[in-house]
């Protein structure tokens, strides 16, 4: 087998969800179609004109990190090492006992640090410019989590970082698969993002995609007639993936293989040009490079953004490829809110695991339009026999990413 | 797809000092330095007050009305440096598919500019704790997620294909450009516009690396404050900037007879993993991904012709790098000229890795060696040919090119002069 | 005139501004071991300086944090700077 088409296996997961802190957590909220949406905690909402939000529940961050770690890290960078850990640990790694040049950690960011920046904004406008911390220099800027997973774990290997808003999530993903297949033992891949905070807030309310409603159950409605946009989340989850025969070799447990990757950017957009978009290149360049017809595919976990421009070019994206209600299509992130380029990763994480259990995780509170014409499981879980899952992610101004993930063989 | 090879055939830069690869090329092959007292704003209150500011002006270089509102600095320097970069490889004639043809935009900082100013307005001075969103300008989050200047550099590039910011700090301007090239090489695309764009002087960023001592605070003769590889260094002059290239496959490039200026021949990066901000002394890392760019490139140490130097001009980054050479290079690490661009145009943190490529690219078509600027005498641990203040004429047909960043990266490149390919 | 900066002062700025290092009692007698020890490396000694300049509003000179290694050696460059006498 050529470097090119060597198999890449996912060996480890580590998450961090609105709906479950840990992969076990998580999987057990998602099962059940429990929501981790609810009013915002992290600040004062109520005055915004956007008032939920999809909250990690219960993360200390002292319990799982060194306390030197704390004063110069933003919280999502803390759910970053703590998801890096767990998927360590999840793929009975240990760092120290490896090449140190033969381990990497490709992450995407969309927002950076973006809270303990606005700290350090709000503290070099109010007080001074000698009142800016010292951390400021890297905690809040986009390469931080690569950095500190890094340093954190000894991993001297080819490492990076990719920022396309949501896709982002999943072009790591393909640039943690190049690395491997260019020779990089082990990479720690995903993305963790967070920006609840009113700095943040103020930020996303501009992107004009944020729900205005107050009701958990009724506020981010993908591929429903009442889709009014989403909420916004934070978390993600971290992979480790591997050469698939070296993982076997040392008898890993292996969830999947990442198998077909592609990335596409939409037209430049002009008023009154209704283009195609370019979500139906990138998900058939993703499903050559895997080697698999629309038919292999089990499951598709779709982008979902609830904007009903673009729930209807993505409906008919995918009856265009796999025809009307020609696979189950399903967007657990009903459950967490959107998490920028934390999301794809997370959706990722939780195919590989439908993929384990047979059952594809529900769609919660959306009615789908039928004019939609998906075939999108809501309310309860399905049972399924599940080989092949498509995911499928998006980022504003046009960015396009999918990936294939088939069950080890 | 193997065997593809990647060359650049269109350059733009917009670097201190002047707007364009002539101007660009003028300041280096001089020796002369575009650094200077702040003037964006009142830089009193800080420790260093010294950057290399770029006199640009948005709409004299073809920018309309709406994208000067809705782009970040960083973005326009992005935009009118890609625009250079697709003029000069006349690619518009080539008849290219914009379904293989992708975007890459290297930024350590994104729209920090944006950023500091309107959360002072939304803040109102940083008063208020729940900011007020509706003094919010309406493409802030534009400037929330930095993915905005590839999806500019995508537009105006008509690139369809994959598209995406890497931000790897200060390494990001070559790890943008290696990014770039395994696309090509693995074949999703058979054009890139790629290259990296960074407008960090502002408030927030003056303040954080004052806070760290990482700049200069130097100001008297703010023209001779960046000083790499001087014993008297203490600290980088920030900078601004852009530079883009177009890259496409070699053959291609041969067949429509484009202006070949460099193929690059090897890219490799690493991590220290070692601190956010510290270096290791015996530069270990960054003389392995040099290695590993050179094993890439199929070269010997002694096939390399110039050394561009990452050179911030800070203690601990000139010796950091001095051993990274020494280490990887053995010998010839003594025999080759090594210099640093940053004496002229300041750091501009993940816009300079492009920058200096483009300055690798045209030293290569001039056979010029650009020099380091303001070294008089050298620091004893920094004891190679650092091609003191002039520049200098030299057979330079193959070039090295590092960078070394905060998260701990260290990047390397090698361009080289092709052969014409057998196409 | 302030009052003199003291050890019990320089443990709570390195405990905000930096934590501690897995191991290390800062409670222990630390005067004359070294910050490496202690697990601080040169960015938390600047953190750790940025912290106090700001609280007893002194600027402390570049070499004063570069040359200090060990607590004492920083207590006494701060009250130096505060012009009192040592604690």
Redesign the interface.
Known sequence: MSAATQTVAVTGLGVAAPNGLGKDAYWAAIRTGTSGIGPVTRFRAEGYPAVLAGEVPGFDAARHLPSRLLPQTDHMTRLALAAADWALADADVDPARRDAFGMGVITAASSGGFEFGQNELRKLWSLGSQHVSAYQSFAWFYAVNSGQISIRNGMKGPSGVLVADGAGGLDVLAQARRAVRKGTGLVVSGAVDASICPWGWAALLTSGRLSSSDRPERAYLPFDRHAAGHVPGEGGAILILEDARAAQARGARVYGTLDGCAATFDPAPAPGRGAESGLRRAIELALDDAGAEPAEVDVVFADAAAVPALDRDEARTLRAVFGQRGVPVTAPKTMTGRLYSGAAPLDVATALLALTEGVIPPTVNTGPDPAHGLDLVTGRPRAAELRCALVVARGHGGFNSAAVLRAPR | ??GRRVAITGIGVVAPGGVGVKPFWSLLSEGRTATRGITFFDPS??RSRVAAEIDFDPEEHGLGPQEIRRMDRAAQLAVVAAREALTDSRIADAGTD??RT??VVGT???ATMT??RE??V??D???L?????SY?????????????F??EV??TS????????????CT?GI?AVG?AV?LIR?G?ADVMVAGASDAPIS??T?????????TT?RTEEPGRASRPFDASRNGFVLGEGAAFFVLEELASADRRRAHVYAEIAGY???????????LRSDGA?MA?AIRAALAEARLAPGDIDYVNAHGSGTKQNDRHETAAFKRSLGEHAHRVPVSSIKSMVGHSLGAIGSIEIAACALAMEHHTVPPTANLHAADPECDLDYVPLTARGHRTDTVLTVGS?????QSAMVLTRPRRSAA | MPAAFTLDDLKRILLEGAGTEEGVDLDADILDTPFTDLGYESLALLETGGRIEREWDITLDDSALADAATPRGLIDAVNTHIGTAAA
């Not at chain 2, 008509?158 to 700090?169: D, E, F, H, K």
């Not at chain 2, 003056?206 to 990482?214: E, H, P, R, V």
Request: proline share 9%.
């Open positions: 797809m193997t209150p800080f914009p379904c992708g975007a350590a900082v994104g950023l500091d959360y002072r939304v803040s001075g940083g008063r704790e729940l900011v007020d969103h919010a300008p309406p493409h802030l989050y534009d400037a929330l997620v930095p993915s905005s590839a999806a995508a537009w008509g690139a369809q294909g994959p598209v995406a910011v890497v931000s790897t700090g990001s790890d990014h395994e693995e999703s408030p927030i003056l303040a954080c690396f004052d806070a760290i001592k990482a605070p490799a990066t690493r991590s220290n993993a070692y601190h956010m901000t510290g890392e392995e960043g905060f998260g701990g990266f």
